[in-house]
């Protein structure tokens, strides 16, 4: 019975779906998007227009955006609760996974950094090259159960990178502007040092998601079921 | 066949193998791989909506904008999308975890059936029966007098 109804929902909605594409005006032009994509380069100054987009234009939804991962970790932790007893005696990886993790952390060190650091000029940027920092310190975390991530000293940098990001956005008020507008120097596009305060928010937005990725991680890790 | 058309049967499609999943399963893991299915359909049917032949990354390369650009409007908000849908796997992976550790089992109808056990109980009454089982059968005394 409740296979039957869950196909016949499964048949309405592929028929609803099919509608909606027949309905649908694929492609309404002129997009928004053509007149950021002529303007973004001279009005922000990124090489990466998305970038732009996501920092400039809609700053405060990224700010949300983050609040949403905060939360979501926040939640995870009041919901795993306390670890396991015998979490610290768990024993170590085998030797592949324990040299993976000493070769692969300055690699994905270096890699999440650079992605990040390049967020307003290359594909990539805060949320992609924190998710990188924040496998580079689970790595070993997996490799090495025994040594488990200090908390205090992610839960630190979370909130240091949030109140960056912030302070960021009320500095722009102090000068009479809008919350998150763009502060600093455009400089010439397409260099390492352009797009005014883009990298400082991109940094902190990487900063922000590696620790609480990784902190999240590591309390998953921690707390799992033993069989 | 269309390029572009092959990329919307495989959004819809993914839309459709991930509701499959949430509605077919009674494996807890599996219905939240359901939900993750379901975003990236979502997703590729979001950054679909704009896409254009021939259409260029917005990134500034070899020292100009290429000249035919796709919208980065759609790409933002798949960003942001993406970066719910880790949320949301954060979220209903610690609760499964901590359902396991409840009743030592994933499955819906067990954990259902345990739940409401354990309402039962607390509230000290009898177990509801099921909407779905038989009447209960009266002995043969009760029914011919």
Request: overall charge negative.
């Amino acid at each position: 019975m409740r296979r039957i109804t869950s196909a016949l929902f499964l048949v309405g909605l592929a028929v609803l779906v099919a509608a909606v594409y027949q309905q649908m005006n694929l492609l309404v032009t002129p997009l928004a998007g053509d007149a950021i994509n002529a303007s973004a380069g001279q009005q922000v100054g990124a090489g990466n227009i998305v970038t732009a987009v996501v920092l400039a234009f809609r700053g405060f939804d990224t700010l949300l955006e983050l609040t949403i991962l905060f939360t979501a970790a926040t939640v995870g932790g009041l919901v795993l609760g306390k670890p396991r007893a015998d979490a610290p005696r768990d024993p170590d990886a085998g030797f592949i996974l324990q040299a993976g993790a000493d070769l692969f952390f300055p690699l994905l060190l270096v890699v999440g950094l650079y992605i990040i650091l390049h967020g307003h000029l290359t594909p990539g940027g805060g949320f992609q090259g924190g998710v990188v920092l924040a496998a580079a310190f689970f790595i070993p975390v997996l490799a090495r159960p025994g040594t488990t991530l200090d908390h205090h000293a992610v839960s630190l940098i979370e909130g240091l990178a949030g109140a960056a990001f912030i302070l960021i956005g009320l500095l722009a008020m102090l000068g009479g502007e809008v919350f998150l507008t763009p502060l600093l120097d455009k400089g010439e596009l397409g260099a390492l040092f352009s797009a005014g305060t883009l990298p400082l928010l991109y940094l902190a937005v990487g900063l922000k998601v590696g620790a609480e990725l990784a902190g999240l991680l590591a309390q998953l890790a921690a707390t799992e079921a033993t069989d | 066949m269309d390029l572009t058309l092959i990329f919307y049967v495989a959004a819809v499609g993914l839309m459709l193998i991930g509701s499959a999943g949430i509605v077919l399963s009674s494996h807890l893991l599996r219905i939240i791989f359901g939900i993750a299915l379901l975003e990236t359909g979502a997703n590729l049917l979001l950054l679909l909506a704009t896409y254009r032949e021939g259409a260029a990354a917005p990134i500034w390369v070899n020292g100009k904008f290429p000249l035919a650009m796709a919208d980065p409007v759609p790409q933002a908000l798949v960003l942001t999308a993406i970066v719910i849908s880790v949320g949301i796997l954060a979220v209903t992976l610690s609760l499964a975890l901590r359902v396991h550790r409840a009743y030592g089992t994933l499955d819906i109808r067990d954990i259902r059936q345990r739940m409401e056990q354990d309402i039962a109980d607390a509230a000290g009454i009898d177990m509801p029966g099921s909407s779905e089982a038989p009447l209960p059968v009266y002995s043969s005394a009760e029914s011919g007098s």
